[in-house]
């Protein structure tokens, strides 16, 4: 039985910043849900590693902030995250980049009430 998505993943490039335990790195976020991302990087992270992440937004004075995130799977250089912990602020924020990436809205993606 195969690993069923529980919300749809958009193609993006934003860039991004993570750090776990006893690794630092950045990388590009390739795809973006609202439960998760896959990230190409030239770190190297183990399936089940947790890491804060930081989501770089084009549009954005700040990034969105994920408290933790859990690494489901790895393949080479590219590496799925799943979104364990965030505050609502921060939620709200990916809730609403994720609403403008649903209906192709190019204005801008950092706090809902800019």
Excluded at 43 to 51: F, H, K
Aim: proline share 4%.
């Amino acid at each position: 039985m195969g690993y069923e998505r529980k919300a749809t993943r958009f193609p993006v490039k934003f860039g991004s910043t993570f750090a776990g335990e006893h690794l630092a790195g950045q990388g590009t976020i390739t795809n973006l849900s609202s439960g998760g991302c896959s990230i190409e990087s030239t770190i190297t992270l183990t399936v089940r590693s947790a890491v804060g992440l930081h989501l770089h937004l084009p549009d954005s004075r700040s990034p969105i902030q994920i408290e933790r995130a859990i690494v489901r799977w790895a393949c080479g250089n590219l590496f799925g995250l799943e979104f364990e912990r965030m505050t609502q602020t921060e939620t709200n924020r990916l809730q609403h980049l994720i609403h403008n990436l649903e209906h192709g809205i190019a204005t801008t993606l950092g706090h809902p009430d800019t």
